[in-house]
């Protein structure tokens, strides 16, 4: 089954304590990306990428790292985590950029920093 | 700067009715990417649709259906015979196309509430 799957699905951690979210697809995508999801601001795009060590920043990348060392996996680093990176975390993928190319997203990372 | 303005913020139909849900974009470049996602109440995030700015063709995908006009700089979502299924919050979003790569810009959402 074609999937992209996160882990963890929850996290509450405190603020300072390194983490990681791990992303993980099953489809040899080129393109993944990270979004967030906070109340009133909507969906943002933190980091992207398009092949296996390409990364590149999107709209919010402050404070996260990304690694493509592998093509199914896009893991995204939270080195010092702080309150204000508390939200929903989407990791996505994508063949490519072509009409036809579908979007999967993973479930959701429901990251609380504190 | 590329901005998505979904104006309508909550709509509630009855089961059957047709629905539109608008998306206005706004962008300096010519070639660019708009996009619709579903977000049920469960929260996951479903991939509609991707239109790229030089594919004005309209598209119709069982009682989904997607009118992209540039004149306007709208890429209008309509569902047909609304079912209660359909009730989640449905995201527009428009990238530029930037050396091949992009980044989205997300619209604030509309709610759409379907009732039997």
């Known amino acids: 089954e074609a999937q992209v799957t996160q882990n963890p699905r929850y996290l509450i951690t405190v603020t300072g304590k390194k983490l990681t979210v791990t992303c993980s697809q099953n489809?040899?995508?080129?393109?993944m990306s990270w979004y967030r999801q906070d109340p009133g601001l909507g969906l943002r795009q933190i980091y992207y990428s398009m092949n296996v060590e390409v990364t590149d920043k999107g709209d919010v990348p402050e404070g996260y790292k990304v690694s493509r060392k592998e093509k199914r996996n896009f893991p995204l680093i939270l080195e010092s985590p702080s309150p204000n990176q508390t939200s929903l975390y989407f990791c996505a993928s994508s063949r490519g950029t072509l009409k036809t190319d579908t979007q999967y997203f993973g479930p959701g990372t429901r990251l609380t920093v504190l | 700067a590329q901005k998505v303005t979904q104006a309508q913020t909550e709509i509630s139909v009855v089961e059957k009715e047709d629905v539109t849900l608008d998306c206005v974009y706004e962008?300096?470049?010519?070639?660019?990417?708009l996009f619709w996602y579903k977000q049920p109440p469960s929260g996951e995030l479903v991939f509609l649709i991707r239109?790229?700015?030089?594919?004005?063709q309209n598209e119709i995908s069982g009682r989904y259906s997607w009118n992209f006009q540039k004149s306007t700089s709208s890429f209008n979502f309509t569902i047909t015979a609304s079912q209660v299924v359909d009730s989640a919050v449905y995201f527009c979003?428009?990238?530029?196309?930037?050396?091949?790569?992009?980044?989205?810009?997300f619209g604030r959402g509309t709610s759409l509430i379907v009732h039997p």
């Open positions: 239109r790229n700015s030089f594919d004005e």
């Open positions: 962008t300096r470049d010519t070639t660019y990417y």
């Open positions: 489809m040899n995508h080129e393109y």
């Open positions: 979003a428009l990238s530029e196309a930037k050396g091949g790569s992009y980044i989205p810009t």
